[in-house]
């Protein structure tokens, strides 16, 4: 069967190669994708940044998907063939400490799907029972494929943030799990507003006013003015760092009220800042990481009540016959969030 496999160790070098059709395990489901989308991690790979030097390539990419059951393992109960279904793709050990208290995103051995074993860019992929959850057949196949950062939206917001109602929240990053935290903050109660840069302009941010939200745009020198006039000086509340870039924690200092919460989302790398202000302000930091069953499950209802909008942050224009495309336009910040057709690596 075709796929799409990072091959070399250097940017871009994504492939269509082939695998042979993968056989389930007792314990495994064989799954038609239907959908998979293109997320920043999948870019970073694409990019080939320090973080997945550990991969053995060729590897076959993409773990945000949905697709049908097409056979099962003879000891799997909970999927049948039919089934549509997702996958968590941080696959837990089931041993550790973490797994067994039903932390499994943080456990101390887990591999991730398209990065540590084949993905989900291709025409099936057997996956071990243990890490599917099924979804009803009213959603859009495209939405259901966005479910995995709906859930990490969900994650940082509902589970590792103090959102109450009418609690002033900025969001910096309008990149895909920006704008699906931004909603999923909104639904809380949260008095929200969007931060972004320069790159973010021409499509990004429009997205975020679109989707109904005050933007700012950082290089203009918007932030200031809203902090001004919609917490009085203040600062806000709850501050989402979804960026990934270093910047961004330092701007969530700036921004957050003294007493206030930080939630650090996207994972930064290094930065260099001073800690006593944070301490004399009594500003919690809190880290958020990926997702678990329960996150997974909230985010299925969050998107079958359409209290998510997905249909407005998607793009399915690109084709993963010609992949380079999506990552170079993702990556440029004129896309928020691509999401391929995989059917046709069956044609």
């Given at each position: 069967?075709?796929?799409?496999?990072?091959?070399?160790?250097?940017?871009?070098?994504?492939?269509?190669?082939?695998?042979?059709?993968?056989?389930?395990?007792s314990?495994?489901a064989?799954?038609?994708?239907?959908?998979?989308?293109?997320?920043?991690?999948?870019a970073?790979?694409?990019?080939?940044k320090?973080?997945?030097?550990?991969?053995?390539?060729?590897?076959?990419?993409g773990?945000?998907?949905?697709?049908?059951?097409?056979?099962?393992?003879?000891?799997?109960?909970?999927?049948?063939?039919?089934?549509?279904?997702?996958?968590?793709?941080?696959?837990?050990?089931g041993?550790?400490?973490?797994?067994?208290?039903?932390?499994?995103?943080?456990?101390?051995?887990?591999?991730?799907?398209?990065?540590?074993?084949?993905?989900?860019?291709?025409?099936?992929?057997?996956?071990?029972?243990?890490?599917?959850?099924?979804?009803?057949d009213d959603?859009?196949?495209?939405?259901?494929?966005?479910?995995?950062?709906?859930?990490?939206?969900?994650?940082?917001?509902?589970?590792?943030?103090?959102?109450?109602?009418?609690?002033?929240?900025?969001?910096?990053?309008?990149?895909?799990?920006?704008?699906?935290?931004?909603q999923?903050?909104?639904?809380?109660?949260?008095?929200?507003?969007?931060?972004?840069?320069?790159?973010?302009?021409?499509?990004?941010?429009?997205?975020?006013?679109?989707?109904?939200?005050?933007?700012?745009?950082?290089?203009?020198?918007?932030?200031?003015?809203?902090?001004?006039?919609l917490?009085?000086?203040?600062?806000?509340?709850?501050?989402?760092?979804?960026?990934?870039?270093?910047?961004?924690l330092?701007?969530s200092?700036?921004?957050?009220r003294?007493?206030?919460?930080?939630?650090?989302?996207?994972?930064?790398?290094?930065?260099?800042?001073?800690?006593?202000?944070?301490?004399?302000?009594?500003?919690?930091?809190?880290?958020?990481?990926?997702?678990?069953?329960?996150?997974?499950e909230?985010?299925?209802?969050?998107?079958?009540?359409?209290?998510?909008?997905?249909?407005?942050?998607?793009d399915?224009?690109?084709?993963?016959?010609?992949?380079?495309?999506?990552?170079?336009t993702?990556?440029?910040?004129?896309?928020?969030?691509?999401?391929?057709?995989?059917?046709?690596?069956?044609?």
């Amino acid at each position: 069967m075709q796929t799409l496999a990072k091959t070399a160790r250097a940017y871009g070098e994504l492939t269509l190669i082939d695998r042979d059709r993968p056989t389930p395990a007792s314990d495994e489901a064989l799954i038609e994708v239907e959908y998979a989308g293109l997320c920043g991690s999948d870019a970073g790979i694409y990019r080939f940044k320090s973080a997945f030097e550990r991969m053995s390539l060729p590897t076959v990419i993409g773990h945000e998907y949905a697709g049908r059951v097409v056979e099962t393992g003879e000891s799997v109960r909970s999927v049948s063939p039919g089934d549509r279904v997702v996958e968590r793709p941080i696959r837990g050990c089931g041993e550790c400490y973490q797994c067994k208290i039903g932390e499994e995103n943080v456990c101390q051995d887990a591999t991730i799907t398209g990065v540590d074993h084949d993905g989900a860019y291709a025409p099936y992929i057997a996956v071990p029972e243990r890490a599917l959850q099924r979804v009803d057949d009213d959603i859009d196949p495209r939405h259901a494929a966005l479910v995995e950062p709906t859930s990490i939206g969900a994650r940082a917001v509902v589970e590792n943030s103090r959102i109450g109602a009418g609690d002033r929240v900025l969001v910096a990053g309008p990149g895909p799990i920006g704008l699906l935290t931004a909603q999923i903050a909104d639904d809380q109660g949260g008095e929200v507003v969007v931060a972004g840069v320069e790159n973010d302009a021409s499509d990004r941010l429009p997205l975020a006013a679109e989707l109904g939200f005050r933007t700012c745009n950082v290089d203009r020198g918007d932030l200031e003015t809203a902090r001004e006039e919609l917490t009085n000086g203040v600062g806000y509340d709850v501050v989402f760092d979804t960026t990934g870039h270093p910047s961004g924690l330092t701007m969530s200092v700036e921004e957050v009220r003294k007493g206030g919460q930080i939630v650090l989302v996207g994972q930064t790398g290094e930065t260099t800042m001073a800690y006593s202000p944070l301490v004399r302000a009594e500003i919690d930091l809190q880290c958020s990481y990926a997702s678990t069953w329960e996150d997974f499950e909230r985010s299925i209802r969050l998107i079958s009540s359409g209290a998510v909008d997905l249909e407005t942050i998607l793009d399915d224009r690109f084709s993963l016959l010609e992949a380079d495309e999506a990552f170079e336009t993702f990556l440029a910040g004129e896309t928020c969030k691509p999401v391929f057709d995989v059917s046709v690596l069956r044609e």
